[in-house]
């Protein structure tokens, strides 16, 4: 599934070079964000949230509803381990998942039912971009440990060749999967 209408756009990170394009993903029309991805101004490499979600079913899902209005047109007032009274299974192309493991989403049995919950709303082929901080404290457990992410497989990103991405601060990393 490609987004119509729509023609690539890029952006390249000048510090590793990579670079990011709406045909780094090319079967996702249905995108589920926990970021605000029009109005996005965060590091270099995450530049192409603006575009990349340009003529996409964007949504997004917070628990707390003082957040609304940072959120997409398709915006849930709810968990993320209540994915699945929001979506149908295998309804999402896309997870972006940033500010949520270790900021809020802190115990073991909440993690493994978020991440299931990704799992089950995902589309076969869907990818899960997981953003999180790799700093004493702000892992409430190993990744290695949840039991969930093994239904998924590591996804190598061609633009930053790799599984995972540790940001310039190498406090942030980003770790991908697919279903």
């Known amino acids: 599934m490609s987004s ?12 590793t070079g990579a670079s990011w394009s709406r045909s780094s993903f090319p079967l996702c029309c249905r995108v589920l ?9 965060g590091e270099p490499y995450e530049a192409f949230y ?3 979600c340009v003529g996409r079913e964007l949504w997004t899902i917070d628990w707390d509803a003082t957040r609304r209005p940072s959120g997409a047109c398709n915006h849930v007032v709810d968990n993320v381990v209540n994915l699945r009274d929001h979506f149908s ?3 999402l192309d896309l997870v972006l998942m940033k500010g949520v493991f270790g900021w809020g989403l802190n115990e073991k049995g909440a993690i493994e039912r978020a991440f299931a919950a990704v799992h089950a709303v995902l589309t076969p082929g ?18 290695e440990r ?4 093994r ?29």
């Open 89 to 91: 299974e295998a309804y």
């Open 4 to 15: 119509p209408g729509t023609s690539p756009t890029a952006a390249t990170d000048t510090r």
């Open 151 to 179: 239904q998924f497989t590591p996804y190598y990103f061609p633009p930053l060749r790799g599984t995972s991405f540790w940001c310039s601060t190498a406090a942030h990393a980003y770790s991908f999967f697919v279903k």
């Open 146 to 149: 949840v039991q969930a992410l």
């Open 33 to 41: 964000s926990r970021v605000r991805c029009w109005r996005w101004a």
């Open 126 to 143: 869907g990818i899960i971009v997981l953003g999180w901080n790799d700093t004493p404290g702000l892992v409430p457990v190993p990744l």
């Open 50 to 52: 603006n575009e990349f």
